[in-house]
Antibody, heavy 115, light 106 residues
Framework: EVQLVESGGGLIQPGGSLRLSCAAS????????LSWVRQAPGKGLEFVSL???????YDADSVKGRFTISRDNSKNTLYLQMNSLRAEDTAVYYC?????????WGQGTLVTVSS | DIQMTQSPSTLSASVGDRVTITCRAS??????LAWYQQKPGKAPKLLIY???SLESGVPSRFSGSGSGTEFTLTISSLQPDDFGTYYC????????FGQGTRLEIK
């Protein structure tokens, strides 16, 4: 069974850093397209970052230069390193996997940026 | 970037009604479109992928159609549990979401 379990969220001050993790099971992170998607309170879904099976990455303009997506194949885990956090980064962060028969999503982890 | 325009923004319908939600892409995305249902406090639930493929376990009253730039999600006979917010997602080039359709049951 495929599972994605996010962790690492919490309360952080503006300007701070946080690393989110997404532990995968039932498939290999090295062989799939994986993404981070976020949802601010009361708002819609917003793409954040994508990592291809070949290792290439793509970031939304809103996080470019501040967030970095990566993966550890040995731990079968996806990461999102978030630096220079702003109040507008407050959101539930989901990891998602694209595959031939659709998409799998995790349950999300809440990041709150506030002083 | 590919923009996704979803309509309507809100929809109120009665149990048994046929409901249609539309999503338009700013350029062709072939069939690389998914539809999700989201309820408060929960992760999005995949309903349809590749524009018209029904996700396993999703009731057959849900269907998707379209290709290129015009797509629709249809609920053939609305049920009380179908309330929530519906999103389209293109995954032809990176990922973009529609702004959502809030479906209320009358």
């Amino acid at each position: 069974e495929v599972q994605l379990v996010e962790s690492g969220g919490g309360l952080i001050q503006p300007g701070g850093s946080l690393r989110l993790s997404c532990a995968a099971s039932g498939f290999a992170v090295s062989s799939n397209y994986l993404s981070w998607v976020r949802q601010a309170p009361g708002k819609g879904l917003e793409f954040v970052s994508l990592i291809y099976s070949g290792g290439g990455t793509y970031d939304a303009d809103s996080v470019k230069g501040r967030f970095t997506i990566s993966r550890d194949n040995s731990k079968n885990t996806l990461y999102l390193q978030m630096n220079s956090l702003r109040a507008e980064d407050t959101a539930v962060y989901y990891c998602a996997r694209q595959h031939n028969s659709g998409w799998n999503w995790g349950q999300g982890t809440l990041v709150t940026v506030s002083s | 970037d590919i923009q996704m325009t979803q309509s309507p923004s809100t929809l109120s319908a009665s149990v048994g009604d046929r409901v249609t939600i539309t999503c338009r892409a700013s350029q062709s995305i072939s069939i690389w479109l998914a539809w999700y249902q989201q309820k408060p406090g929960k992760a999005p639930k995949l309903l349809i992928y590749k524009a018209s493929s029904l996700e396993s376990g999703v009731p057959s009253r849900f269907s998707g159609s379209g290709s290129g730039t015009e797509f629709t999600l249809t609920i053939s006979s609305l049920q009380p549990d179908d309330f929530g917010t519906y999103y389209c997602q293109q995954y032809s080039t990176y990922i973009t979401f529609g702004q959502g359709t809030r479906l209320e049951i009358k």
